[in-house]
């Protein structure tokens, strides 16, 4: 299958060769190594593994149908879902990107025992997600309201399941038109993240926020082609 490498981080196609065999974005000015892949795995397998984590595949059906050790697909997908975390963090400004780092700092998921919230956010037409302790949410409030997006939680009730409560509450987001716009994109992701979620079964704390960006990713790239989505994804690794 045919790739065309574009910029890991913009997705610019418009690219020059620059010193120790790199290939710098003409409008980003990244620079990496287009023809390098991780993990020794060539870049059929690479494929293979990509296409059905597009098609939301589970690790032993990759497995089976790839011909790849079931514990090389599994760190496989960990390596992808943090090459996906970082970059669909690129929706975001950099002030908000900070906030959201304070917060992990300060409430870390793995020390929280109850069910963590969800939190959903929007800028200019893309989303992103992550989770927080309940008891951190007071502190994110009263950041995110400082900064250009748009965000509400959902929480997780233990009888019904994954239930959206949305608390939704705009940042600096005028006029009201664009409010929205953008109340009905998060919703519209919602739908989306809880459909994904409810059929994956337990998420480890610690692991959760990969999944929440993995799906955020998903939902940002759902009118690109199965085929431009492996493109990406290839490119992602190669960055």
Same mark, same amino acid.
């Given at each position: 299958? *045919? ?10 196609d ?8 790199? /290939? ?17 795995l060539?870049?059929?397998q690479? &494929? ?9 595949? =589970?690790?032993?059906?990759? =497995?089976?149908?790839?011909?790849i050790e ?5 760190? =496989?997908l ?6 996906? *975390? ?13 906030v ?23 800028r200019?037409?893309h989303?992103?997600?992550? *989770? ?12 995110l ?12 009730? &233990?009888?019904?399941g ?5 608390l ?7 006029p ?11 919703e ?19 692991? /959760?926020?990969?999944?929440? *960006? ?22 992602l690794?190669?960055?």
């Open positions: 299958m *045919a790739t065309k490498t574009i910029c890991p981080r913009c997705g610019n418009k690219l020059y060769h620059v010193r120790r065999d790199k /290939l710098m974005c003409s409008s980003c000015r990244y620079e990496w190594k287009a023809d390098r892949l991780p993990l020794r060539r870049k059929t690479w &494929e293979a593994i990509l296409w059905h984590f597009i098609n939301d595949k =589970s690790s032993n059906y990759i =497995s089976s149908e790839s011909d079931r514990r090389r697909v599994l760190r =496989s960990l390596l992808l879902r943090r090459a996906i *975390a970082d970059n669909v963090k690129n929706v975001l400004d950099v002030r908000t990107t900070d959201l780092s304070e917060i992990a700092r300060a409430f870390p998921l793995q020390n929280t025992r109850q069910r963590p919230l969800f939190v959903l956010l929007g200019k037409n989303v992103f997600a992550t *989770a927080v302790p309940r008891e951190g949410r007071p502190r994110l409030v009263e950041r309201k400082k900064c250009p997006v748009s965000f509400s939680f959902v929480r997780w009730e &233990e009888k019904s994954l239930v959206g409560t949305y939704y509450e705009v940042g600096r987001l005028t009201a038109a664009a409010a929205r716009q953008m109340g009905s994109l998060l519209g992701f919602w739908e989306y993240l809880r459909g994904s979620l409810v059929g994956r079964g337990g998420i480890r704390h610690k692991r /959760l926020p990969l999944y929440l *960006a993995e799906c955020a990713w998903k939902y940002n790239h759902r009118r690109l082609s199965r085929e431009r989505k492996l493109n990406q994804l290839l490119n690794l190669r960055g």
